[in-house]
Structure formats: C-alpha cells, structure tokens
C-alpha cells in the first residue's frame, strides 16, 4: 500500500477500491483503520497510558458514509463550514482508512470537530504519533495548499520515517509528495546502493585508545584507557565512493576523483544533508566512539593490532577498489589503508572516565563552530585520533556513512 498517497480535490480516490480494514473501538462507536494503520496507532497510544482519557472518533468512511456527512454537515452548519472541514466524497482521506480524528473522552463528543487541545499532555501525544508514522495532516499555515481548515485532531498515517521529515521541517503532504519526485533514479539507485551495505553493529562496551595490542604504536593522545558502551548503530562496509558522491549531489566535479578532491568537514555535511533529503533517513558520521568499536571488530573483535588482522598486507587497500582486502571480524572493508575518515563528534582527549556512545565532544572550531575529529588510519591501527579544522580541504578525509538507528530495512523513494 501506498501510505503517501495524495487524497484531496486535485486526486481523488477510485470507486471501489479495496482497503484491509481492522475493526477497534476505544471510548466510543467502533470504528475501521486500515491494518497497519490500526497496529501503530494502537501502539502509540497504548505506550503514554492513553486509552482510558482518548476517544477514536472517526477512521474509516465509505462513499455512502461520506457522502452523507457532507450534507448532513451542510444541513447543520451550512455550505462554507462544510468546505472547511469536510471533504468532498471521493476526497476524503478517511475513505482509504488512513485517517484517524482522536478527541479526549467527554460525555459531548463533537464528532467533525472533537476536542484536542495543544497542551503539555496532548503535545507528547502528539510527538508520539510522529514516532509511529503518523502527521498532523491539516495545519493552520497550509490551508491554502491543503484547501482543509485546521484540524488539530485529524492524524493521517504516511509511515516512518516519513512523519518525522513532515513534521520536522513544516511541510504538507502535498509538499513532500512533489519534493520527493525530485530525486532521480540515479539518486534512488544509488542509495538502495548503500542502504545495502548498511551492516548492523551490536553494541557493546568496550576499552577506548592505546589498548596493550597498540602499546608499541600508541600515541600521548590515546591514553588514559576509557570504557566505552556503545548502543546499536548500523555502519557502511565500504567508504563513500566517488559515484556515489556525484550520484547524490548532481555530478559536481565532473571526471575527478574523491581521492584527487580536496574535501572538506562542510562539503561532507551538505553531502550527508542531500542524502537524508532525498532519502527521507537519517545517515550521518559515525562517533568517534563508534568508529573505533567497528574497527576493532565490535563484539566480535578478536583483539587484532589493525582492524581485521594482525598483519597490515591483509587488509590495508592498495587502490580504490571497495572492498579490495580482507575485511575485519564485522564485514566492514578499508578501515586500515591510508586515508583518514571523518567522525562526527568533537575533539577531544581521552579521559578514564566510564562513557556511553560518546568519544569526543569537547572542542569546537571556532572558526566554524562544528565538530571536527577524524579517525585517523594511518598507521592503520584501530585507536588513532586527530583534530582537522572543519573547513580544512585536505585529499586524506574521507566519509563512511553511519546511521543510529537505520529508520527501516527497506527504503522505497
């Protein structure tokens, strides 16, 4: 099903179509929602302790029903009030079982306009419903795209995480369906491209900087040891490439190679900002905390000097090719040849202190007042760390993408 489908005036809905309705009912008349609509709403509302105070005023209507409300509306309240706020038949959002108009349980009841209420209790309901697919479709600011007056307790189900980017930057459906349209399908290829390559690292804790396989090798700023525990994140396998990196920013740089571009911390933040724009997920750097736990192999590590292996000719790349060498205990490639990676948390020293999901997070650039460590890999160890200006173009950072945690398994534009 396609839960960002448009329905209003402009696309209406067929006659007949089929819909694959559940039946609920709380503190009110039952009503029907579509099924996987039904299950995250449920879910929502069950996890605040919300079932007892809401009430499931409206969701699914057929032709007839909506029909019937229309003129009844009409008869009612007259013609201008029902253009407000009731849909024309064949228009109406809850004739697909999308829908759902929630109002607190009261003994009056309005049921084309129940009562929701912008305070403290309904706003962490209505974040809620955000983080279970759903978006508050009619806001005050859009009637005029919408052609819908406010209505603060209709709710259209459209999936996640497609309600946060809705929510989080003020748009319509309507103005999200045509921005999405924008994306290309090489674009769309390649992010399928590294959605694949996305491996799930479990989290764990694990000892930060100069361990005793790196003694011979460690530097002053990977002392004193810290623990570390890190929470599930999922990491690419393979470094960005340079397909990939014109893929998703138009082809700028036409016939260079990332490795012969000078790039820096902003150039791979705006790379990262139009990824997670046309994707609709949330990529980002990894932590430094998060670098170095995957390059020593996670929970999996075997406690190797380089990442994957005792033996730097193992897995050091001696080209571009992804993927050219022996890859660590996680699947992950190139973690040890000889261009440094970005991170996305602050510089900072190691300190003995017991972290969660941290690794930097003390000095800013000033200049730029963005974080800007890098793992460094060369001499190719799992600990390495150094302090780059942000703005600073250099031909030794390159990007790996990491995601906290991937939004869904599978990605459809």
């Known amino acids: 099903m396609n839960y960002l489908r448009l329905i209003n005036v402009d696309h209406p809905l067929f006659q007949?179509?089929?819909?694959?309705?559940?039946?609920?009912?709380?503190?009110?008349s039952p009503i029907q929602l579509e099924r996987e609509t039904a299950k995250a709403l449920l879910d929502c509302i069950y996890s605040l302790n919300r079932q007892e105070d809401l009430a499931l005023v409206s969701g699914y209507r057929s032709l007839?029903?909506?029909?019937?409300?229309?003129?009844?509306?009409?008869?009612?309240?007259?013609?201008?009030y029902a253009q407000k706020y009731v849909a024309i038949p064949n228009c109406s959002e809850h004739q697909s079982g999308l829908a759902i108009d929630i109002g607190e349980y009261t003994n009056n009841i309005d049921f084309i306009a129940p009562s929701l209420p912008y305070t403290p209790k309904n706003q962490l309901l209505r974040e809620?419903?955000?983080?279970?697919?759903?978006?508050?479709?009619?806001?005050?600011?859009?009637?005029?795209?919408?052609?819908i007056?406010?209505?603060?307790?209709?709710?259209?189900?459209?999936?996640?995480?497609?309600?946060?980017?809705?929510?989080?930057?003020?748009?319509?459906?309507?103005e999200y369906v045509k921005w999405r349209k924008q994306i290309n399908p090489v674009q769309k290829s390649c992010i399928r491209e590294i959605l694949?390559?996305?491996?799930?690292?479990?989290?764990?804790?694990?000892?930060?900087?100069g361990t005793s396989e790196q003694n011979e090798y460690a530097r002053k700023n990977e002392y004193p040891l810290s623990y570390n525990t890190v929470s599930d994140f999922y990491m690419c396998k393979y470094e960005i490439s340079d397909a990939q990196y014109k893929s998703?920013?138009?082809?700028?740089?036409e016939g260079k190679s990332l490795r012969s571009l000078f790039l820096s911390w902003n150039d791979w933040q705006q790379f990262i900002e139009v990824l997670n724009n046309l994707s609709g997920l949330k990529f980002d750097f990894p932590t430094e905390a998060q670098w170095e736990y995957a390059a020593r192999g996670g929970n999996k590590s075997e406690g190797y000097i380089y990442p994957g292996s005792n033996?730097?000719?193992?897995?050091?790349?001696?080209?571009?090719?992804?993927?050219?060498?022996?890859?660590?205990?996680?699947?992950?490639?190139?973690?040890?040849?000889l261009k440094s990676e970005w991170c996305k948390d602050f510089y900072k020293q190691y300190d003995n202190n017991i972290l969660n999901n941290s690794g930097g997070s003390a000095c800013l650039d000033t200049i730029n007042?963005?974080?800007?460590?890098?793992?460094?890999?060369?001499?190719?160890?799992?600990?390495?760390?150094?302090?780059?200006?942000?703005?600073?173009?250099?031909?030794?950072?390159?990007?790996?993408?990491?995601?906290?945690p991937l939004p869904t398994p599978s990605w459809q534009p």
């Open 16 to 28: 007949n179509e089929a819909v694959d309705l559940v039946t609920l009912q709380m503190n009110y």
């Open 196 to 209: 694949n390559a996305m491996i799930k690292v479990e989290g764990g804790t694990f000892v930060m900087g």
């Open 64 to 80: 007839e029903e909506q029909q019937q409300i229309f003129q009844n509306t009409i008869q009612s309240d007259g013609l201008e």
């Open 369 to 404: 007042g963005r974080p800007s460590s890098i793992r460094r890999k060369r001499p190719t160890r799992s600990a390495p760390k150094s302090l780059p200006k942000s703005a600073a173009r250099s031909q030794l950072l390159l990007k790996r993408a990491a995601a906290t």
């Open 149 to 174: 007056s406010q209505e603060p307790w209709h709710f259209r189900y459209v999936g996640f995480p497609h309600s946060l980017y809705i929510t989080k930057y003020h748009l319509a459906l309507e």
């Open 311 to 337: 033996n730097i000719e193992d897995v050091r790349s001696p080209s571009e090719i992804e993927g050219s060498k022996t890859p660590n205990e996680l699947g992950i490639f190139n973690m040890a040849d």
């Open 248 to 253: 998703i920013l138009g082809n700028p740089n």
């Open 128 to 147: 809620a419903l955000v983080q279970h697919g759903f978006i508050e479709r009619y806001a005050k600011e859009k009637e005029d795209i919408t052609k």
